[in-house]
């Protein structure tokens, strides 16, 4: 019996344990301190968020990549402005631009948010749009090939017609996959009004021709889908919206640290992202306008080097580079 009293006892005991180191998260779980893979905009303000992403209009910067590495550097910047909130909310800015808010401060976690899943989303559009490149280079191939076939059967056809050769010039014009697609329209076209010839070939030509047709459907279809689609530019431009509005959030937060803490190491905290030296994508570097100091060198790197991991696979192709801000 008293064995039994004894769990019993251990078994309360723990489960008080329990529910109160549950109470405790509860308490202490703000919006910085979330795990990002548990971090979520509500509907609500993702769609805030989105109008105020959207009515930047041309006012954008290009995402540069990285998305590993700039939110961990941005979310460090937060963590920071959280910290020193009581200050930065006492900035005396210019009578033209907004007083700092606590909401502000806290809102960048959001927008760092917005920025991971915009980014997502594009990428998701670039993939689809790459599968559907590389579904369309094999029919392509093919006939580009046939094409090449028939049009030699009809050189030898049209030699003493100028208005056939005239076609013929007006298949070859151009080049790219539109112009190819095109082509193969109007070779098919031709191919009709001589099918009887073409029957009578003896190098398999009328073989080519209902190939062809069954590949120009094919490939109508796949150029439609290797084209960046309207949704896919949106998707694009509303990323490099969000990412917007992480740097000017930044931008602030940077300047109400500046006037509270330069000259000390708290103001490290709030370093622009590195850039290396020398690297130029056009506009200037962050850190660099209106010969901002913020005591400590643009190529520092966070000291958390092992939270970059996976950031090859945050890089666009063909946009590779370092993080730059144009103003």
Known sequence: MASKASSTATSTKTAKASKKRASSDAEGSGPSSRGAAEYALSPDREAELRREAESLGDNTLYFPGKLARRVIWSSRIQLAAERDASDLVRTPFA???????????????????????????????????????????????????????????????????????????????????ADLVQDVSDLLLLCSEHAEALQKAPRGEAAAVVRLRELSPLLTRALADKTLTLEAVRSRKLRDAAYTLVVNAERRLRAAAEYWYAGTDKLKDYAPFPVPRGASAGGEEEGEEGGEDDGVSEEAEPEDSASEEGESEDDEPGEDGDDQESP
């Open 95 to 177: 009578e033209d631009e907004p007083p700092l808010t606590r909401e502000e401060i806290y809102g960048l976690r959001d927008k760092i948010e917005l920025l991971r899943v915009t980014q997502s989303r594009w990428q998701a559009a670039q993939q689809r749009q790459e599968r559907a490149v590389a579904a369309f280079q094999k029919p392509a191939a093919e006939a580009a090939e046939i094409k090449q076939s028939l049009l030699r059967f009809f050189d030898l056809r049209f030699k003493k017609s100028p208005e056939g050769q005239k076609r013929l010039m007006a298949i070859r014009a151009g080049s790219g996959d």
